[in-house]
């Protein structure tokens, strides 16, 4: 009996033992979490977990990618917050409602775009790009094939009247049709030959130009091909312009009479208060104008004649690629350099000598070409100077570098294409 109760004994004393847990040990390398600490047991809980309170350390962890809004990280515990920008602050990239460029850089001034879309002008024969560093519009005039034009080869014309685009002058935007001869046809002075008959030449043709309705002309009108009023002499503001500035205080201001014209001097007459235009016959400087019997000596408005005269000293301009400086340096035929096809395989140093009677003189280097026959290759061209800009240039030299200039690439063009170009394509 005794023995049965002690094996009993035995048995409750080892199941209670089981079920007891173990008390945890500071020193035994195990950090117990439910009872040890950093603080209670650095021996064994060696590593002090600290969580940071903070959102933000600075404000470029606080960005949302809105220019709109302000990102700042501030406070304690340090937190972000994106404030709508409502101020006109200069150089935050944000212009608000009610700011303008006056009283914040960031907002566009006027004439100024944001993307193209701000540079609609309507044109469909343009294409329209916001230049992104100075934030202007360039409106660039498409090309002919751009245009859903072709070009009309010798023999051929057009049906509708030509339009320009940046690569052809002459762009038919319908097909073009064998056209009839001209040959020992013989016109009027007023009249021209086309497609086989005598036709009358359009206003410019015949050394006019036509009138606005506020405008009068001072010679005589003679017709034309566009239009029956065509102005033989100069169109002017009419007498009956009022330079009145106030309906109610007589109040004359010569700055309304102005008809844009710097060989003009446009007076507001104080008694009756209308505009006299009379032409500027003073060799003065700053003027704008260079008037017959003017030079360069009593008029600095007047170009000197560097063609003839040995003793006039004009500087060359280097318009290296600017694209603007050279349209600008065309217009005037002015001596100056620029290389073409930086952005290419092809380089070409372009040089305008100057003007030769009524045509720009403009010398062409090849000096970097992957193909050796054409690399120190040049040619000349004496292109016409009347409306001579960067994009005339372009397609006068697409049409008549062949038949028109001269020199080593020319020779070495005729070569490799007997039969001629079209749209710059040998045949």
Avoid at 235 to 253: A, E, H, N
Avoid at 303 to 314: G, I, P, S
Wanted: charged share 25%; proline share 4%.
């Amino acid at each position: 009996m005794r023995k049965a109760l002690f094996a009993l004994l035995m048995v409750v004393i080892l199941f209670a033992g089981c079920n007891q847990a173990e008390i945890p040990v500071c020193g035994d390398d195990v950090c117990d979490e439910s009872s040890e600490t950093y603080d209670s047991c650095p021996s064994d809980c060696n590593s002090q977990i600290i969580e940071n309170p903070n959102e933000c350390e600075s404000n470029l962890d606080c960005n949302d990618n809105l220019s709109s809004t302000e990102d700042i990280c501030s406070g304690s515990p340090k937190a972000c917050s994106n404030n709508q920008i409502t101020g006109c602050v200069n150089g935050d990239n944000y212009c608000p409602a009610g700011c303008n460029n006056s009283s914040d850089s960031d907002c566009l001034a006027f004439g100024q775009c944001q993307t193209s879309l701000d540079c609609d002008d309507s044109n469909d024969a343009t294409k329209d790009i916001c230049n992104g560093k100075t934030k202007t519009c360039l409106h660039i005039l498409k090309t002919c094939s751009e245009l859903g034009g072709d070009f009309c080869i010798p023999g051929q014309t057009c049906p509708e009247e030509y339009v320009p685009s940046s690569d052809l002058p002459t762009c038919c935007l319908v097909s073009c049709v064998e056209e009839a001869s001209c040959v020992n046809i013989s016109c009027p002075d007023d009249q021209k030959c086309a497609n086989g008959s005598c036709v009358l030449k359009n206003c410019t043709e015949i050394g006019g130009e036509v009138c606005s309705d506020s405008e009068d002309c001072t010679g005589s009108y003679s017709n034309a091909f566009d239009t029956s009023y065509c102005c033989i002499g100069n169109c002017l503001p009419k007498s009956t312009v009022s330079c009145r500035s106030d309906s109610k205080y007589i109040i004359y201001d010569s700055r309304l009479c102005d008809d844009g014209d710097p060989c003009t001097i446009d007076i507001c007459d104080a008694t009756t208060l209308e505009c006299v235009i009379t032409e500027n016959t003073q060799c003065i400087s700053g003027d704008g104008c260079c008037p017959s019997g003017c030079d360069d000596q009593n008029d600095r408005d007047c170009e000197c004649d560097y063609q003839n005269d040995k003793d006039c000293e004009v500087p060359i301009i280097d318009c290296a690629d600017d694209a603007f400086c050279w349209d600008d340096v065309l217009k005037t035929c002015h001596p100056a350099t620029t290389i073409t096809g930086i952005a290419s395989m092809r380089e070409t140093l372009v040089t305008i000598n100057g003007v030769v009677g009524d045509s720009c003189h403009i010398h062409h280097l090849r000096t970097i070409d992957p193909d050796p026959n054409w690399e120190g290759t040049y040619y000349e061209c004496y292109i016409p100077r009347e409306g001579l800009d960067r994009d005339f240039y372009r397609a006068w030299v697409a049409v008549h570098i062949l038949d028109s200039c001269t020199g080593t690439l020319v020779d070495e063009l005729k070569s490799r294409c007997p039969k001629g170009l079209v749209d710059g394509r040998c045949v």
